[in-house]
């Protein structure tokens, strides 16, 4: 528990002031994360041995990451062109090294970066777009409340097994729970900073973001299952990888671009 509040709060001493910050900073530290998050996806199947694939994995969550109006001057290509070529590279991999490295590979490492792409191409967004930092913080601390309130509930009231094959240890209670505190944070937050939204959108939207929240948690645990590990990575003394801290994330802040409520 020790080693896990340490690394928690160093972790927000470097990350809180970077969101802040924004600009280069900011897209460089979240290039960094999406890279190291899809290397540790790729790890735990032991995809390939050849550095070829993993070097063109990153080039496609790097693209994946750009933002869209960086194409809308280049008239040689878009961005889904550009994805679609490093797509036929991966194939045509498959045949030069005899499917040692084989079309389920690719199709692994395609859906890898694309995974772990979405999430931080829309934190990128949200930091780009207007009330920047409330919108990054509301979300985080949805994330935070969910997964605070899924403990505390889980612990305390915890009687029925929510997917023991996936998560033995989430609880039905735990995950309503974790809804529970998400709407009341949200509702504290909203009195702080309000939303361009009625109440009744507000609580909708965050009961709908903390279920989301909480199947990316599930998600994460379904891979380390299959793949039998523990963590993502080490990254992250006492807490695992970066996957293993940013998983509510990568569905959250999709979510509420899709539905326009950033």
Known sequence: MKQRT????????????????GGVPFTVFVYLLATIGLFELIRMRHTDKNIFPYVLSALLIWVILLPNEIFASIEWFTKYELISIIILILLAYTVLVKNEFTFDHVGFVILAAFYVGLGFFYLLETRDGENALRNILFAFCIIWATDTGAYLFGRKLGKHKLWPTISPKKTVEGALGGIFV?????????????????????????????????????????????????????????????????????FVFPLLHFIHFF
């Open 182 to 250: 998400a709407v009341v944070v949200a509702v504290v937050f909203h009195l702080i900073a309000p939303f361009d939204h009625s109440w009744l959108t507000l609580i909708i939207v965050t009961m709908i973001a903390s279920s989301f929240g909480q199947i990316g948690d599930l998600v994460e645990s379904a891979f380390k299952r299959v793949y039998n590990v523990k963590d993502s990575g080490k990254i992250l003394p006492g807490h695992g990888g970066i996957l293993d801290r940013f998983d509510s994330m990568l």
């Open 6 to 21: 340490i690394t928690a709060i160093l972790a927000l001493l470097v990350f809180v002031p970077i969101i802040i910050l």
